[in-house]
T-cell receptor, first 114, second 111 residues
């Protein structure tokens, strides 16, 4: 059982380049999330999708876009990467909408922007 | 004031010690409380999940919630070197769309 799978695991970009981080879950979860984790700041929510077809901004959405491709997949796109977006990005999913369930995380994408 | 406060550590203890990890929070709407363990270069892994006040035990781990004080704790008994990791607390309101994480406490258990 893979759980939450993130690709790629590592990436180095130059300022201004774009890229898409991929996330897929096999737990039939309705809700999916994108976080960034920076030293001393903990996990900060970028965007979330409560269900297929919906997305909402989190705490730090500027510079990012998301797509909930289907129930399994939720991608995060950086249109024009900036050094401030150097971080570790985590995707998470949680169970049925309307009942609070804990989130389950992937192992992250380590992104460096030069 | 941050919504969730957690001592970042690092906390170093000898093998076999009882470890106490704590978080305080300010939002009285939080009803669901979680503890995650995060090893270096890995994602957070769910350890404990509790609703409202009280205690929950799972093996060597005990989670405690005191909503009147807005204070939650995780106790680890008979700590092992394999428990060395960063521990994150997390909490949510009844709607599940406002998950808030603490910054994490780094724990080292020395053999």
């Amino acid at each position: 059982n893979a759980g939450v799978t993130q690709t790629p695991k590592f990436q180095v970009l130059k300022t201004g380049q774009s890229m898409t981080l991929q996330c897929a879950q096999d737990m039939n979860h309705n809700s999916m999330y994108w976080y960034r984790q920076d030293p001393g700041m903990g996990l900060r929510l970028i965007y979330y999708s409560a269900s297929e077809g919906t997305t909402d901004k989190g705490e730090v959405p500027n510079g990012y876009n998301v797509s909930r491709l289907n129930k399994r997949e939720f991608s995060l796109r950086l249109e024009s990467a900036a050094p401030s977006q150097t971080s570790v990005y985590f995707c998470a999913s949680s169970g049925r909408q309307g009942i609070v369930q804990p989130q389950h995380f992937g192992d992250g994408t380590r992104l460096s922007i030069l | 004031q941050k919504e969730v406060e957690q001592d970042p550590g690092p906390l170093s203890v000898p093998e076999g010690a009882i470890v106490s990890l704590n978080c305080t929070y300010s939002n009285s709407a939080f009803q669901y409380f979680m503890w995650y363990r995060q090893y270096s270069r890995k994602g957070p892994e769910l350890l404990m999940y509790t609703y409202s006040s009280g205690n929950k035990e799972d093996g060597r781990f005990t989670a405690q919630v005191d909503k009147s004080s807005k204070y939650i704790s995780l106790f680890i008994r008979d700590s092992q070197p394999s428990d060395s990791a960063t521990y994150l607390c997390a909490m949510s309101d009844n709607y599940g769309q406002n998950f808030v994480f603490g910054p994490g406490t780094r724990l080292s258990v020395l053999p």
